[in-house]
């Protein structure tokens, strides 16, 4: 096998992993959030489909799978049938610069492996943004080829919370990146190692709460889960910008939600919670004298802060109910881009000062 | 590589721009205009500018067009108010272009490889970004300065002008 070949196979085998991971955890979340609202809301949640009900998911995989596929008339086909898609690459390949684990590498037949991360690129979180950002066509093309009222309207709303919200979240990571300063996730995350008091959430000399609080507002505004799914709202809009959909292309607008969720969730986790850091200095299994091991501790502390920013989305989800249109508007704008721009000038105020007495 | 990258990323810009204005459909239209914005920024990238490739999907793709996508169907203009079949206006600015493109192949041939040969060796930059930060801070800070101000001075034409009728209404 030629050099080429293999690096193109350990490239291969290293995406298929990720997108592995990404379709089983959105699995796993179809059915927690439907359990844990279940909890929430003193109900059982899915019982029939195995024990406790954990095979729902595949259930309803099989389901959407069989379920004839409408074109409605009237409808744009090939914009109605590329929506979909539209929605899911974005979704997806955002992951290719998420660091799972410590950026260690090693050698297969001379050359350098890095498993925990596909790509190390040196714009790593703006990549996330702009594909994050993509992610808008596919759901207003699906609304407008739908040629529906409905579909378009939700289309539209979409269109305008998105933008709005995007700002918010490029602007309240702007206090990491002048922390770290450097634009990979992978250069973020290892600046936050040793101990949760380096994690940018709390470091000093300027802790980034509020510009999390921001975040984590407007990501979920961004990924249209409640209480800011309005392009969805089905007492107003029937289903949003998805009415008209069935069967395999709603799946794939399902799963880019989902898979969305878990990118901002992992981003979450690598700027602001430490990514891959334990919330002591160093790991366990270095101490007990395995360090080789000591990644699956790594990845286990990132695995365990993604699913407790993702199990936010479903306590919020129970919690709150739908804001109203220009609520939400007016606090996008009003309110979280004047805290996110102020966190900019604190955070590049107490840098500068900060390496003045250094 | 570089060159047969080149020739797909200019090809597709030329291509997809024509189809902008040619086609019916002002959505189609939209479209092919953010195929080419993503062109333009596969270009960005054989010229190790990655960021910049990053800010125009961002703020291109990812802002100014879906603000055009959202006004075209808002509006759901119709296919035949569109300024179609302007043969005499299309002729007049086109043969000064086609003679300015020959001029510049025919005249310009050897001075423009050897101009372009140099360029990418300038532009390999270690960190892109700070190279951008440091140039537009210290070289350019004025204009840029200039730049932000007229972008808020438009800004806030925009919003008087569009508020007016709000203001005279409760007034």
């Not at chain 1, 059982?44 to 004839?68: H, N, S, T």
């Not at chain 1, 190390?120 to 996330?128: R, V």
């Not at chain 2, 990655?50 to 999907?57: D, N, T």
Request: glycine fraction near 8%.
């Amino acid at each position: 096998m030629t050099e080429f070949g293999l690096r193109l196979a350990i490239s291969l085998t290293q995406i298929a992993a990720v997108m592995g991971v990404v379709v089983v955890t959105v699995l796993i979340l179809t059915l927690a959030e439907r359990k844990v609202l279940g909890w929430m809301q003193d109900r059982m949640g899915p019982m029939e489909v195995g024990p406790y009900g954990i095979l729902q998911p595949f259930a309803d995989a099989i389901k959407l799978f069989f379920k004839e596929d409408i074109i409605p008339a009237g409808a744009n086909k090939f914009l109605f049938t590329v929506a979909p898609i539209l929605c899911l690459i974005p979704a997806f390949i955002g992951f290719a610069v998420i660091p799972w684990g410590p950026n260690q590498t090693f050698e297969v037949d001379g050359i350098t492996v890095r498993p925990f991360v596909i790509s190390d690129i040196n714009i790593g979180i703006l990549y996330i943004l702009a594909f994050a950002s993509l992610g808008a066509y596919g759901i207003i093309l699906g609304g407008w080829a739908s040629n529906s009222k409905y579909s378009l309207l939700g289309g539209l709303r979409s269109a305008a919370q998105i933008i709005s919200y995007e700002l918010n979240v490029g602007l309240s990571i702007v206090g990491v990146l002048i922390l770290a300063g450097s634009l990979s996730l992978v250069k973020i995350t290892e600046a936050q190692t040793g101990g949760f008091w380096n994690w940018y959430l709390f470091a000093l000399p300027a802790p980034q709460i509020f510009a999390f609080v921001v975040y984590v507002i407007s990501s979920v505004a961004e990924t249209n889960r409640v209480p800011f799914d309005l392009p969805e709202a089905e007492s107003e809009l029937v289903a949003g910008f998805f009415t008209e959909y069935s069967g395999l292309r709603f799946a794939f607008f399902f799963l880019a939600e989902y898979a969305n969720m878990v990118l901002v969730s992992c981003v979450a986790a690598a700027l602001f919670l430490g990514g891959w850091n334990a919330p002591y200095p160093g790991t366990i299994m270095a101490l007990i004298g395995l360090p080789s091991v000591a990644w699956v501790e790594n990845t286990m502390w990132f695995a365990v802060k993604t699913y407790s920013f993702l199990f936010l989305f479903f306590w919020l989800r129970a919690t709150l109910p739908r804001l109203r249109y220009d609520q939400l508007m007016r606090f996008g704008w009003k309110v979280m881009l004047p805290i996110a721009l102020g966190n900019i000038v604190v955070t590049s105020l107490a840098v500068f000062f900060y390496q003045q007495m250094k | 590589m570089s060159q047969l990258f080149f020739g797909y990323f200019a090809g597709m810009i030329a291509m997809t721009s024509i189809l902008v204005v040619a086609l019916r459909n002002p959505v189609y239209s939209a479209l092919s205009l953010l195929v080419m914005f993503f062109h333009v920024a596969g270009l960005f990238i054989t010229l190790h500018a990655e960021f910049l490739a990053a800010v125009q999907i961002i703020v291109y793709c990812g802002a100014i067009l879906v603000l055009y996508l959202f006004v075209v169907m808002l509006l759901n203009v119709k296919q035949d108010d569109r300024y179609h079949s302007q043969w005499r206006i299309a002729a007049i600015v086109c043969v000064p272009l086609v003679i300015e493109a020959v001029v510049l192949l025919v005249g310009g041939a050897g001075t423009m490889v050897s101009s372009r040969n140099a360029e990418p060796q300038d532009a390999v930059v270690t960190d892109n970004t700070l190279a951008i930060g440091q140039t537009l801070f210290s070289t350019y800070l004025f204009p840029f300065e200039v730049a932000s101000l007229v972008l808020l001075v438009a800004m806030i034409g925009a919003i008087v002008l569009a508020k007016r009728d709000i203001g005279e209404s409760d007034a």
